[in-house]
Structures are given as C-alpha cells and as structure tokens.
C-alpha cells in the first residue's frame, strides 16, 4: 500500500507545453512537498504545504504553480515548459504534528524530460 | 543562506568494512538531521535521524552528531555490496513551525567493493 505515490512516473514533453504531475499521500500527514533533483542529483525544495496553505515558496519561477485541493493531495502545475524544466520532481510529506522532528517520506518521483 | 556540505565522492570501501560519511551545515539553528539513501533511478529513503548530540545506533549504522562543530556523520558496519548509493545528509531548521522542508547535500556516493 503506497505512502506517497505521484502520478506520472515519466513525462516527456516538448518545450512551451504546460503540464502536470500529480500527488497523494495516505499517511494522514499534515505537509506536504515538492522538491526537485537535478541532473547532477542535487535535491532542492520548491514548495511546502501545510493544511492546504502555502508555507514557503523558495525561488522558483512562478511558471511553477502547486494547487492543494485537500491535505492528502498536492499537484504541481508546470506552464510554458523550458528545457531548464528538465528533472526528477519529488513530492514528499511529513507528519507536522512532530514539528521539526519529523522526517520526510519521499514519492517514487516523476522524471520530466523537454525536449 | 542554509548549506549542507557533504564529499561527493565516490567513497570506495572493501565489503566488510565499516564506512564513514560526513556532513557539515551552515545554519547553528538546525535542530533535526536525517540520512537517506538513494539508489540510482529511485526516491530517497530515510536510514536514520538524530536530533541531540552524541551517537545513535540503529544495526549497522551509527549517526553521530555534534552541534558545536555542525558536523553530522554516519557509519556502516560490515558494509555489504547492497549499501552501494549515494547517501544524503539532510537538516531541518528550527524556525517555521515544523513546515520547513528539508535542506540536502548534494550526496556521497558510496561503492562498496565485493
């Protein structure tokens, strides 16, 4: 039984294109995140969730736009498709009830590929 | 600006051996520490966390952590050819409630020779 499954697995698609990966978590957990890991695996956070608000929003460009219709779900909206885009994004969650010792448990990941 | 350095290797150890990683951090307000593991092509998956100073042991891994130096590391006991990936320091901050995310290094890659 998945604890966090995102939707694709791969996407490739071409530049200009607007797309979207989506994410759920069955952990009853309370935040929710988007990170991305790029060609040389450097794994950055873009967004974090908690209880459908917007928590922190590191500089990523507003192309990027996450949409959270409930706790258990967070979806990454991706607008105007630059070759840039290219990566592995990985949606996460984590149990806020511990604050800040409660860990991370990754998605499988969704490898985006524009060409 | 919050950094996690780590040696990104490759890191090459005898099986058997006990292997040993390190990882430094640049914010003094860190509270909690996380190593991961990630097999290539895979999502990253958590081995071990340590929030006080001194050594945790869980098996063959060892977190050790000393917030005076900023200076986290992990050991493998008896390393066997399936420790074999890149493992990931992680530090989460103290400020913001808990909904912080994680800040990673960039990883060391860790071969273990059969």
């Known amino acids: 039984d998945t604890a966090v499954s995102q939707t694709p697995k791969y996407l490739v698609t071409q530049m200009g294109n607007d797309k979207s990966i989506k994410c759920e978590q069955n952990?009853?957990?309370?935040?929710m995140y988007w990170y991305k890991q790029d060609s040389k695996k450097f794994l950055k956070i873009m967004f974090s969730?908690?209880?459908?608000?917007?928590?922190i929003n590191e500089t990523v460009p507003n192309r990027f736009s996450p949409k959270s219709p409930d706790k258990a779900h967070l979806n990454l909206h991706i607008n105007s498709l630059e070759l840039g885009d290219s990566a592995v994004y990985f949606c996460a969650s984590s149990p806020r009830g511990q604050g800040m010792y409660a860990e991370a448990f990754f998605g499988q990941g969704t490898r985006l590929t524009v060409v | 600006q919050k950094e996690v350095e780590q040696n990104s290797g490759p890191l090459s150890v005898p099986e058997g051996a006990i292997a040993s990683l390190n990882c430094t951090y640049s914010d003094r307000g860190s509270q909690s520490f996380f190593w991961y593991r990630q097999y290539s092509g895979k999502s990253p998956e958590l081995i071990m966390s340590i929030y006080s100073n001194g050594d945790k042991e869980d098996g063959r891994f060892t977190a050790q952590l000393n917030k005076a130096s900023q200076y986290v590391s992990l050991l493998i006991r008896d390393s066997q050819p399936s420790d074999s990936a890149t493992y990931l320091c992680a530090v989460k901050s103290g400020t913001g409630g808990g909904a912080d995310g994680l800040t990673f290094g960039k990883g060391t890659h860790l071969i273990i020779q059969p």
């Open positions: 952990l009853g957990h309370d935040t």
């Open positions: 969730y908690n209880n459908k608000e917007l928590i």
